[in-house]
């Protein structure tokens, strides 16, 4: 029993090294200074992005922490429930061919760990005529997606690049702290709201 105790006590320093997790970088604004200031934060809870097409849960008050640690493809489109946060690791591409269905009441947070060339890239284009690159199917209005950092690239045809999808979708919330976004469509917002 006293050998299994010793043997147990030896493996502590390895589980600490591994609960250092994942890092990114958050961002924060404060209205009185007018001045945006980061600092670099860790998880240890989070799931290796693979080719799963739903992200999150229904618990709307935890946080579902998604991390991109290799080139990786998803040749459809995702859905996001509840709070979900990527991590785009440094040198690291996603890119999801079907783009990322994030509607009102559920949001999506995207973090880089670095600033500049190195930073993670995630690629979300939809080929489907109506769905936002990342936001709102058609018919449906955009939930809240914030950009802390990374290459994020999100394009569509008549839905928003990010927001809402096309037939009036709301955009939603999109809050753009760091990184380099370029969003586009034909046909509506880049950013906001899906066309008529």
């Known amino acids: ?3 299994s105790l010793a043997l147990c006590l030896s493996l502590l320093p390895t589980a600490a090294l591994a609960a250092e997790g994942v890092t990114y970088i958050q961002y924060s604004w404060n209205k009185d200074t007018q001045a945006l200031s980061s600092e670099t934060k860790s998880t240890s809870e989070y799931t290796v992005v693979g080719e799963d097409t739903t992200w999150g849960g229904s618990g709307s008050e935890t946080e579902y922490w998604y991390v991109v640690n290799s080139t990786t493809t998803i ?9 979900v946060r990527l991590i785009l690791e440094d040198n690291c591409t996603l890119t999801v061919s079907g783009g990322i269905q994030v509607a009102l009441g559920n949001s999506l947070t995207i973090y880089g760990q670095s600033v500049g060339e190195t ?3 995630l690629v979300a284009q939809t080929g489907i ?14 939930g809240a997606v914030t950009i802390h950092g990374g290459m ?9 690049g990010i927001g ?8 939603g919330t999109v809050t753009i702290y760091g990184g380099t976004v370029n969003a586009s469509s034909s046909g509506s917002a880049g950013i906001g709201g899906g066309s008529d």
Do not use: H, K
Request: charged letters at 10%.
């Open 1 to 3: 029993m006293l050998l």
């Open 75 to 83: 040749s459809s489109r995702v859905t996001v429930t509840g709070d």
């Open 119 to 121: 930073a993670g890239t």
């Open 129 to 142: 005529s109506g769905d936002a690159g990342i936001g709102g199917n058609q018919y449906e209005n955009g």
């Open 152 to 160: 994020v690239n999100a394009g569509s045809s008549n839905g928003a």
């Open 164 to 171: 809402g999808g096309q037939v009036n979708g709301d955009g």
